[in-house]
């Protein structure tokens, strides 16, 4: 019998074989361009405008005023110790966490430690525990006046530390509270990328004679960063915008004596929130945000060029 043709296919069937992949899409599509999208764009526009409290109807196009006011305006005073505290805290804490938490990773991944596990599950608890209660938790714990730290402090005759209360305080109280939220992650991190590593390469390191800090400087650290980098790169970004931590612990304070648009730990985010729901400048809040997310794309990108943490190797 002679093989029978295929049938070519209608016009119906083509158009429905088209449309078909971006119907199973649509619910994913519909939720990003409402959720995402729409105000995305919308804050775009707004940032162009002089919407807020004084112009809630009668706003207009003002083009770049917004951002000629927070760079080289009145809000410039307030914009940049605010965005250089940012930058070093995103910097500073990343760093921290990521220290203590390969030095506990290089402990744990001790083959000869049995109790390895159970202190790698009690690590790992700050990490489980919702973040808000944890840094509430942490507001109560830094009071000064009847706050559990300070009592332990006076048990010894040490004088009560204001940790919220005094501006140099309130942003060590902000890295040590983030270091508890945040070393479990760059523990569990580096515990991982330990593992990866090659064991034929230690091998090698004990033939030449390498000692403990030979292995971890030129076997270790390099293997290691390569795996990690990348995530280095997301927290820092995280950092760069991590509202709940100023909101939550210090809520911004304690007040700077200049102004009274930001307080002495409040950082890009939290700024942008006070702009926007105090004071209402809702065209120079939007302003701010996409300020933020330039400055946070420029700054990731730069990193990502520099250490090529994305790039395949072969």
């Known amino acids: 019998m002679a093989a029978q043709k295929p049938q070519r296919k209608t016009r119906r069937q083509t158009f429905v074989d088209k449309v078909r992949p971006f119907a199973y ?58 965005f250089a505290w940012t930058l070093a805290f995103a910097i500073g804490t990343t760093l921290i966490n990521y220290t203590l938490g390969l030095v506990l990773a290089l402990l744990l991944n001790n083959e000869h430690m049995r109790e390895s596990r159970i202190y790698r599950t009690l690590l790992i608890v700050p990490w489980a525990l919702p973040s808000t209660i944890t840094i509430l938790s942490w507001t109560g714990l830094l009071n000064k006046s009847f706050g559990a730290i300070n009592g332990m402090l006076a048990a010894i005759s040490v004088s009560p530390v204001p940790w919220l209360t005094d501006a140099t305080w309130a942003k060590i109280s902000m890295l040590l509270v983030n270091l508890w939220l945040g070393f479990p992650f760059m523990m569990t991190l580096s515990l991982g990328g330990l593992q990866a590593i090659p064991k034929e390469l230690y091998e090698a390191a004990d033939i030449d004679g390498a000692g403990s800090w030979p292995r971890f400087r030129y076997v270790t650290f390099p293997q290691l960063m390569s795996i990690t980098l990348p995530l280095l790169i997301g927290s820092f970004s995280f950092n760069f915008n991590n509202f709940g931590i100023v909101y939550l612990l210090t809520g911004g304070g304690p007040p700077r004596l200049d102004t009274a648009l930001a307080g002495t730990t409040d950082n890009l985010a939290t700024m942008t929130y006070n702009y926007t729901m105090v004071y209402q400048r809702f065209g120079l809040a939007a302003a701010m945000g996409i300020l933020m997310f330039l400055l946070v794309g420029t700054l990731s990108y730069v990193q990502m060029r520099m250490t090529r943490a994305f790039e395949e190797v072969d």
């Not at 940032?47 to 807020?52: K, Q, V």
């Not at 005023?65 to 009145?74: A, H, R, S």
């Open 25 to 82: 899409l649509s619910p994913a599509l519909i939720t990003i361009a409402v959720l995402s999208l729409v105000p995305a764009l919308w804050t775009l526009y707004v940032a162009f405008t002089n919407y807020g409290l004084y112009h809630m109807r009668d706003y207009h196009w003002i083009g770049l005023g917004n951002f000629v006011e927070i760079l080289t305006g009145p809000t410039r005073k307030v914009f940049l110790p605010v």
